[in-house]
Each structure stands twice: as C-alpha cells, then as structure tokens.
C-alpha cells in the first residue's frame, strides 16, 4: 500500500518527487547495482545471507550485511510502536525498511540517492500492508520537515554520505524530541590502519553522532555479526556467478573486501534527540 501521503501534519515538507539535482558518480554506481538485480525476488545479497544464516525472516529482503541477531538488535534498539513514522536513510529496494514497518505497524519513509533503487522500493512496496513513500534525495540534504518522525534506521548508507557529520546531523533534525536513531556500519580494530580504505580508517560512528548532536549515543558488536559479514562474502565465492550478474558483482566485492575484512568490527550505533 505504497502512498506518498503519510498525513500532512507528520511529514509536512516530504515531497514524493525525486530531488537529486544530478546523479553523482556514487548513486550512478548503486543505480547499475541495483538495475541487475531486477524489481521482484530476492537481491543476490539476500540468497547469501539465508544460506549463511537460515534463520533470517524469509519475507526481508536485503541489501546490507544483516544476520538474524543483528536485525534483533536493531528492532530491539528502535523500539517501533504502531502508528509511529519511520525513516529509513540509504533505504535502497527498501526491504529492512519495509520490513520493520510491517512488523511493527509503523508508517516507512524511505530515502535513497539511487533513482533505479527507489523505483523498485516503490515497486515493491505496492502490494504489501505498510504504509510508505520513496523519494530520491541525497542524505545530506532530506526533503523531510523538522521534527517529522519518532525513529531513524540507517543501515550501511551514512558511510557513502560526503560529510558523515552533516548527514548524522539532517537525521537529528527531522527526529522528534525523544526520538532515536540506529545506524548500522563498521569500525576499524585499529584506527588508522593504512591496509584499509580509506572511508574504513578513522572511523568512528558514536563520535560522528555525538558531534552533530545526538544524545547517549552507544555502540554494539558481536562476533556473531562479523562471522555473518565474512560468511557472506566466502559464500559469495563458492557460486557460480554469470557475467555481468548481481552475483557476479558481489563475488567481485568479496575478493576485494575480504583480505581487509578481519580487519573491521561490525557495529550498530543507538542515538537519541534529547
């Protein structure tokens, strides 16, 4: 029951129409990825993920390093209740998303700087039971009003965002007073490490909360979470991969990222606007 109309009151200012100026070298990247994957069934991340871990919800689709312990931990941490407003950032096809709003009756903006991803989170939004909208914006500048819904979930997105401060920082300002924020990401297990990427190095995810102003902001890992995020990867491997597929493409991830692998924490970061 996708409907870019949430209640004038709650979102006035969000704008269902698409306000990237001009698509940027990044969201042209992802608009290829996610143009291989098709709009319906399962990403290629999706089919890894269950075989890695069987017991992921099999109505969630994914595009980010999820396992069925980490995604308890993030319901956990968000603590949705019906009727509430949800914005995701960095949504992609929308499938986290989507999912915690229908699992806790909650209304779902999702945004994204992908227009190919938004268009298939849009699709796939249509014949389910939650009430969403999709827009393509830049995370750092959200077509959203101040103080417009109760929670934010960013998973594995705020990473690609130029200024990480300013993108934490447009997330406080659409979240209601007492509204809190969970983003999922990586940390180095040691900081600096020149073997690295660089967006991978100096990261610190509770600091960039707390500089743009986010209170009580705390950070979790788990082996658990690591092993799923390696898994994935070794998965990913082992399969035989079409040229030019999705999973073609994640296999190519996976032999550049895994060597450096063990050298990140997977973390998810709670934050709150006092």
Do not use: N
């Not at 989507?98 to 939004?125: K, P």
């Not at 009580?216 to 079409?242: F, K, M, N, V």
Request: hydrophobic fraction near 45%; glycine fraction near 8%.
């Amino acid at each position: 029951m996708a409907t870019s109309d949430l209640s004038a009151g709650a979102v006035a200012g969000f704008c269902c129409a698409d306000r990237r100026a001009a698509p940027t070298i990044r969201a042209a990247e992802f608009d290829r990825l996610f143009g291989s994957e098709g709009q319906s069934g399962d990403s290629a991340l999706s089919a890894i993920a269950r075989r890695v871990d069987p017991g992921l919800p099999p109505d969630l689709d994914l595009f980010s390093f999820l396992c069925s312990d980490l995604l308890h931990h993030i319901t956990q941490q968000l603590d949705v209740h019906p009727g509430q407003l949800l914005a995701d950032l960095g949504c992609g096809r929308g499938g986290p998303g989507l999912w915690l709003a229908g699992h806790t009756r909650a209304a779902l903006i999702g945004i994204d700087f992908s227009a190919v991803a938004i268009a298939q989170a849009r699709h796939r939004a249509t014949p389910l039971p939650v009430t969403a909208a999709f827009a393509v914006a830049d995370l750092s500048s959200l077509p959203l009003a101040d103080q417009c819904v109760d929670r934010v979930v960013s998973l594995d997105a705020l990473q690609y965002a130029p200024d990480h401060v300013a993108a934490a920082h447009q997330a406080l300002r659409i979240l209601k007073p007492s509204g809190r924020l969970v983003l999922t990401g990586w940390h180095p297990h040691t900081p600096g490490d020149e073997r690295l990427a660089p967006r991978h190095r100096h990261t610190d995810w509770t600091r960039v909360l707390r500089t743009a102003g986010f209170t009580d902001a705390h950070c979790a890992s788990a082996p658990a979470w690591d092993a799923a995020y390696q898994g994935i990867y070794r998965t990913a491997l082992t399969l035989h991969a079409e040229p030019g597929s999705a999973f073609a493409g994640l296999q190519g991830e996976a032999r550049r990222r895994l060597p450096t692998a063990h050298l990140l924490r997977r973390v998810a970061v709670t934050a709150g606007r006092g």
